[in-house]
Nanobody
């Protein structure tokens, strides 16, 4: 296991959750990161990615459905990547996966899923009243 996710759970609409993705055997400083999700009966989709450690707008992607509500970030001291999720909606219900790719790339987009080197086991997020 290269990445370990945590932080999922059952919440009500409007609540917040913070997902964490700890690197077990590598340093996030040398990897680009991202979060994908898969809702019941749907394909896996990109939620948010950062292509380097700068955290700049030019290197960070958010799906339109989460823009303004979700934030991807890194804690270098804890070697952990986070996904802060605010104003959660029932449509956010899904299994969320952390991904990692060796090295950086240019641009604010997520790579095709097969380009990522490591995937987490997934953490369930359920938003329901």
């Amino acid at each position: 296991v290269h990445v370990v996710e945590s932080g999922g759970g059952l919440v009500q609409p409007g609540d917040s959750l913070r997902l964490a993705c700890a690197a077990a055997d590598f340093t996030w400083d040398h990897f680009s990161a991202g979060w994908f999700r898969q809702a019941p009966g749907k394909g896996r989709e990109a939620v948010s990615c950062d292509s380097d450690i700068s955290g700049s707008d030019g290197s960070t992607y958010y799906a339109d459905s989460v823009k303004g509500r979700f934030t991807i970030s890194r804690d270098r001291a804890k070697n952990t990547v986070y996904l802060q999720m605010n104003s959660l909606e029932p449509e956010d219900t899904a299994v969320y996966y952390c991904v990692a790719k060796r090295g950086y790339y240019s641009g604010s987009y997520c790579l095709p899923q097969e380009r990522y080197d490591y995937w987490g086991q997934g953490t369930q997020v359920t938003v329901s009243a």
